[in-house]
């Protein structure tokens, strides 16, 4: 088994000789103080926030345990305060909708030069799964400068491999006729939209698709079972989000976890109720510190995403860290009773191993009913599904007598490309109880 290139990449990175993790927490916790001390400078956020904070007495990371953590809420009252650039420096600035009524919206700041970091981590996390002989395709936003298609297409281009940035998904026979006609062996995509891609074109899965990575979005198991029992694809993971500048982890060939971008940030694992470390093994919430941005570095950001670093050794033969697969989000579940939450990733389970379903949308409406609204194959009986999709939802909920929870499933209105799992927005149970 090959060892994850992600591991020379750091050490050339960092400028660490040995193979030891003593040695990268020593460059990171130095990066840490730099980064400290430039955002006290330059960032009117951090300028309050930090103003008792001694960059030098951080000589541990239990130290660093004592910096306060920055939340979404804090970049939505006011982006600009987090800015360390002048204006005229900055590239790109990416928007990201929140859903409610208040209104704000997170507004991400880069430079040029914190770009380029994202292509050179691109590159290199590529060639975990792709060489010279592919062709990849990303079904992903890529028509903008600084997207993750233009990103990943440049990333390629170093490597010399043709990359196709298709964009998300809207029309499946264009996609697969864009396959077949270019080659394609590797596609990039949202988890959702490649699972539906593959159930309505599966013999171009089946006769050219050898590799998968999945990101933007948490990504059930028996999506990454299905592509891999039945097309035998390859499937791997990446990990990131638009605030860590998009990369964060990637997997190796073991397919057992991301190894993180550790020459660019610092990632820690918390209670999310008390803000404290877990144990190495424990799930708790990710927080990430970048060590090398201009324009707007974060310091102890909350992802609210679930996951925990492995207390094994990866398989690969890496001393890096492994994180294992993220769970979805903290906030992605809804209260059906007392002491009782529903996950998204437990419909999952529930409703996608059935191969007729094509996608579904779940919420709460304000009459305490779970609503599920199943879009399936043409010519596909509803009525079975629907059965189906009802027992597995009374066994999951048969131990919640109290829940009050009753439930309806219900037929997409309409089977066509719009009913597609939208863009790079995260799925999530819905709560209508919360915003009426």
Request: glycine share 6%.
């Amino acid at each position: 088994m090959k060892q994850t290139p992600i591991e020379q990449w750091i050490m050339q990175k960092t400028g660490i000789k040995e193979r030891d993790k003593k040695a990268l927490e020593a460059y990171q916790l130095g990066k840490i103080k730099e980064t400290i001390a430039y955002v006290k400078e330059n960032s009117i956020f951090y300028c309050k926030q930090l103003k008792n904070i001694r960059e030098e007495s951080i000589n541990s990371p239990e130290s660093f345990q004592n910096i306060p953590f920055t939340y979404p809420r804090d970049i939505k009252r006011n982006p600009p305060d987090f800015l360390c650039v002048p204006q005229r420096k900055v590239a790109r600035i990416v928007t990201l909708k929140t859903s409610g009524t208040s209104g704000e919206d997170k507004r991400l700041f880069f430079t040029e030069e914190d770009i380029e970091l994202t292509i050179d981590f691109f590159r290199h996390g590529m060639s975990c799964l792709v060489d010279k002989s592919d062709k990849v395709l990303v079904l992903m936003p890529g028509s903008t400068y600084g997207s993750i298609g233009d990103l990943l297409k440049k990333a390629l281009a170093l490597s010399d491999i043709e990359c196709i940035v298709h964009g998300v998904l809207t029309d499946p026979d264009e996609a697969a006729k864009l396959i077949e006609e270019k080659g394609i062996t590797c596609i990039v995509g949202i988890p959702l939209q490649v699972l539906y891609l593959s159930r309505v074109k599966s013999n171009v899965f089946k006769n050219s698709i050898k590799k998968v990575l999945l990101s933007t979005d948490y990504v059930p198991d028996v999506l990454t079972n299905e592509l891999e029992r039945r097309f035998g694809c390859r499937v791997f993971n990446h990990y990131g989000m638009t605030e860590m500048g998009y990369g964060g982890g990637v997997e190796c060939e073991a397919l057992n976890g991301y190894h993180m971008r550790e020459g660019d940030m610092y990632f820690e694992i918390i209670d999310p109720d008390t803000g404290k470390a877990v144990e190495c093994g424990q799930y708790g919430e990710v927080v990430f510190t970048t060590l090398t941005r201009q324009a707007m570095p974060l310091i102890r950001y909350r992802t609210g995403d679930i996951a925990s670093f492995s207390s094994n050794p990866c398989a690969c033969g890496t001393f890096l860290n492994t994180m294992k697969k993220v769970l979805g989000r903290i906030e992605n579940r809804v209260r059906i009773g007392e002491e009782r939450f529903l996950y998204l990733r437990e419909l999952d389970e529930i409703i996608l191993p059935l191969e007729e379903v094509l996608d579904y949308r779940a919420y709460l409406d304000d009459k305490e009913r779970l609503v599920l609204e199943v879009t399936v194959k043409d010519g596909i009986d509803f009525t079975e599904i629907k059965e189906e999709v009802m027992r597995s939802i009374r066994n999951l909920l048969s131990n919640q007598s109290k829940c009050g929870l009753s439930v309806e499933i219900v037929k997409a209105a309409v089977n066509e490309p719009a009913s597609i799992t939208d863009s790079m927005v995260k799925r999530k149970i819905i709560d209508y109880r919360k915003e009426r």
